[in-house]
C-alpha cells in the first residue's frame, strides 16, 4: 500500500515536469509567428509602493493590449524589468526604451518594473503625536493624540495632464480598537467589515491638505491606500424648469416688496411732511398760550382794578348827587378795547390750533397692517434701527390719535367763546364811550346811576369769568407743553423713520436689481460650474512613454506600507517554524 502511494506521488511530479517542455514547444511553435501584430487598444496600470511618509519606493506597471492581429508587438518604457503575465514566451527588451514580444488574438499581459519615476502627484504624509511631529517608525506602539496630515500637489517633472484631468482617491482604515474620536472634516466615513473607512476626494488641478485626527491606543495602522482615475464624470445637463419657474417667483416676489417699500416710503414721507407741519402749529400755539398766561396775571390784576373802580364810582353815584372826577371812568373804553384786541389774537391762535389737530389723519392703521409691515421690514432683512423707528412712529400715531379725540371739538370752542367774550367787551367800551360823551347833561344823572349800578354788577360777573379763564389757560399751558413735546417726538421719530425707509428702500432696490434676472443668472452660473467637471476634451496619454499609441485607460494603484509593532522573538520563531506548501503537499500522502 505505501508503495502505491510513493508511485503515485511519483507520477505527479514527472507529469508536472513532463508538462513543461510539451508547453514550452508549443510556445516555441507559434513563436514561429514572425509578421507584425496589431492592437486596438492599451491599458496601463501603475501600482506603486510608498513608505509611510508617502516617499516612493518600487514601481511597476501592468500592461494590457487588445490585440486584433497575431504577430509580433513593439511597446515603449524605460523598464529595468519585464516579465510576460500571459504567457511563457520571451520578452525581449531590444534597447532601454523598446519592448518586443510575440502575441496571439485576444487580451495580452506583461508587468514592467520601473525605477527612479516620479509620480504625477507629490504626496506627503506628517504624524503629530500630541503636537509634535514624530517620524512613522517611531509611533508604532505609541498612545496619545494624534493627528495625520495629508497633502497632495502637483510634480512638475510629469506630463500635467494627469494632475489636470485624474481624480485622487485616498482611503484609511482604521481599527476602532486603535483609533477613538475619529475627526476627518472632508472625509467621507463608510463601515469596512469592523473597522472605519475613511475617503478623501481630490478633485483635478486642486493641490490639498487633508487632516484626520483621532485618540490612539498602541498605534498601528493598516496601509494607505491612494488611487488615481482619469475623472470624466458623466454630467447631463440638469433640468431646470423648475427651479427656473421658483427662481421665477422668488424674483417677482422681490419685486412686489421693493414695490411695497418703496410706497411705504412715500407714505411715511407724506407723514413726516404732515407731522413737521403739526409742530410748527403746536409750537406757535404753545408760545401763544404761554404768553396769553404769563399776561393773565395783569389781566386779572387790570379786571380786579375796573371792578373796584365801578364799585367805587357805583357807590358814589348812589349817594349825594355830585359830579365825580370821571378820568378813571373816561380810560375804560380804551381798557376794555385792548382787553378785547388780546382776547381776539388769542382766539385766532386757538383756531389754528384747532385746524391743526383736524388735520391729523382719520385713517385707522389696524394691529394686523403692522403686523403686515414688521413682516416685510423683516423679509427685507431691515435692521434692528429701523424696527425701533417703525414702533416709535407707530406709539406716535397713536398719540396722534389719543389728540384727536380728545379734542372733539373743544378748542374751536373755546376759540368760538373767546371770540365772543372779545365782542362783547368791545360792545361794552363802545356804548361806555357814547355814555361818557353825555356825562355834561346833568339831567340824565338818574340814567347814569342805574347803568353804572348794573354795569358794576355784570362786570362783577364777567370778572368771575375772567378769572376761570386765566385759571383754564394756566392749566392748558401747563399740559399742552407736554403735548407738544410728544408732536415733536412724532416728529423727530417720523423723520428718523423716513431716514431709515430711505435706507430700506436702497437696500430692496439693490436687491431687486441684483435679482431681477435670476433665472437666466442661475443658468448661467449653473454652466459655469459644470463646465469645471467637463473633461470631455480629455485624451489619454501613457505614462510611461509618450511613444506608445492606441491608450485607453491609464489608472494609478498606490499604498504606503503599514506601520505596525514588531512582533516578538518567540512569535518570529514560530512563523519560521510554520510548513511550506510543498510539506503540507506532500502531507497529504503520509499516514
Request: aromatic share 8%.
Amino acid at each position: 500500500m505505501r508503495i502505491k502511494k510513493w508511485l503515485l506521488i511519483l507520477g505527479c511530479i514527472l507529469y508536472m515536469f513532463a508538462s513543461f517542455p510539451i508547453m514550452t514547444l508549443a510556445e516555441d511553435e507559434k513563436s514561429v509567428v514572425t509578421k507584425t501584430g496589431k492592437y486596438s487598444m492599451k491599458d496601463e496600470v501603475i501600482y506603486g509602493n510608498l513608505d509611510a511618509s508617502g516617499n516612493i519606493q518600487n514601481m511597476y506597471v501592468v500592461n494590457t493590449f487588445y490585440v486584433i492581429k497575431p504577430g509580433n508587438l513593439v511597446d515603449y518604457g524605460k523598464y529595468i524589468n519585464v516579465r510576460n503575465l500571459t504567457n511563457l514566451s520571451e520578452i525581449e527588451q531590444k534597447s532601454v526604451n523598446k519592448v518586443h514580444f510575440q502575441a496571439e488574438e485576444g487580451e495580452f499581459y506583461y508587468q514592467g518594473e520601473l525605477t527612479n519615476q516620479p509620480l504625477p502627484w507629490d504626496v506627503s504624509i506628517t504624524y503629530l503625536l500630541n503636537g509634535k511631529k514624530v517620524q512613522p517608525e517611531k509611533l508604532a506602539g505609541q498612545s496619545g493624540d494624534l493627528e495625520i496630515q495629508i497633502t497632495t500637489s502637483a510634480n512638475e517633472q510629469v506630463d500635467s495632464i494627469f494632475f489636470d484631468y485624474y481624480l485622487l482617491q485616498i482611503s484609511l482604515t482604521l481599527d476602532p480598537k486603535v483609533f477613538q474620536n475619529i475627526q476627518a472634516p472632508e472625509g467621507s466615513e463608510a463601515k469596512e467589515g469592523k473597522n472605519k473607512l475613511i475617503t478623501f476626494s481630490v478633485m483635478p488641478k486642486q493641490e490639498e491638505e487633508l487632516i484626520v485626527s483621532a485618540d490612539v491606543e498602541n498605534f498601528e495602522m493598516e496601509r494607505i491606500q491612494i488611487s488615481a482615475i482619469p475623472a470624466n464624470i458623466a454630467m447631463e445637463d440638469p433640468d431646470l424648469m423648475g427651479m427656473k419657474d421658483e427662481m421665477q417667483l422668488l424674483s417677482d416676489a422681490i419685486r412686489e416688496i421693493h414695490s411695497g417699500i418703496s410706497e411705504l416710503t412715500n407714505g411715511i414721507a407724506e407723514l413726516h411732511s404732515g407731522a413737521t407741519e403739526l409742530s410748527g402749529g403746536s409750537s406757535e400755539y404753545l408760545q401763544g398760550i404761554q404768553e396769553l398766561d404769563q399776561s393773565s396775571k395783569e389781566l386779572v390784576e387790570g379786571s380786579q382794578e375796573i371792578r373796584d373802580v365801578l364799585q367805587q364810582v357805583d357807590e358814589a353815584v348812589q349817594g349825594d348827587i355830585e359830579i365825580p372826577d370821571l378820568d378813571d371812568l373816561q380810560q375804560l373804553p380804551e381798557m376794555f378795547q385792548q382787553l378785547a384786541n388780546g382776547l381776539l389774537e388769542y382766539a385766532g391762535l386757538l383756531e389754528q390750533l384747532d385746524e391743526a389737530i383736524s388735520n391729523i389723519p382719520d385713517d385707522v392703521i389696524s394691529e394686523k397692517q403692522m403686523e403686515a409691515v414688521y413682516a416685510t421690514l423683516e423679509e427685507g432683512n431691515a435692521g434692528a434701527e429701523v424696527v425701533d423707528v417703525v414702533k416709535e412712529l407707530e406709539r406716535s400715531y397713536e398719540q396722534a390719535q389719543i389728540i384727536k379725540e380728545m379734542n372733539q371739538g373743544i378748542v374751536g370752542n373755546f376759540a368760538r367763546l373767546t371770540k365772543n367774550m372779545a365782542k362783547e367787551l368791545i360792545e361794552i367800551a363802545k356804548v361806555m364811550g357814547e355814555s361818557m360823551e353825555n356825562m355834561d347833561e346833568l339831567e340824565k344823572l338818574t340814567e347814569l346811576q342805574e347803568g353804572l349800578s348794573l354795569l358794576s354788577s355784570e362786570f362783577q360777573a364777567f370778572h368771575n369769568g375772567i378769572v376761570r379763564y386765566t385759571g383754564g389757560v394756566s392749566s392748558l399751558a401747563t399740559s399742552y407743553g407736554e403735548v407738544d413735546a410728544g408732536i415733536k417726538g412724532l416728529t423727530d421719530g417720523s423723520l428718523a423713520l423716513e431716514n431709515g425707509a430711505n435706507e430700506l428702500q436702497k437696500g430692496s432696490n439693490k436687491l431687486h436689481e441684483s435679482t431681477n434676472d435670476l433665472p437666466s443668472e442661475m443658468q448661467s452660473e449653473i454652466e459655469k460650474q459644470l463646465e469645471e467637471f467637463d473633461f470631455s476634451d480629455f485624451e489619454p496619454a501613457s505614462f510611461v512613454s509618450d511613444l506608445n499609441e492606441n491608450i485607453d485607460v491609464v489608472q494609478f494603484v498606490l499604498q504606503t506600507e503599514k506601520i505596525e509593532i514588531e512582533e516578538t522573538e518567540a512569535a518570529e520563531e514560530e512563523t519560521k517554524q510554520e510548513k511550506s506548501f510543498w510539506d503540507r503537499f506532500l502531507d497529504l500522502f503520509r499516514k
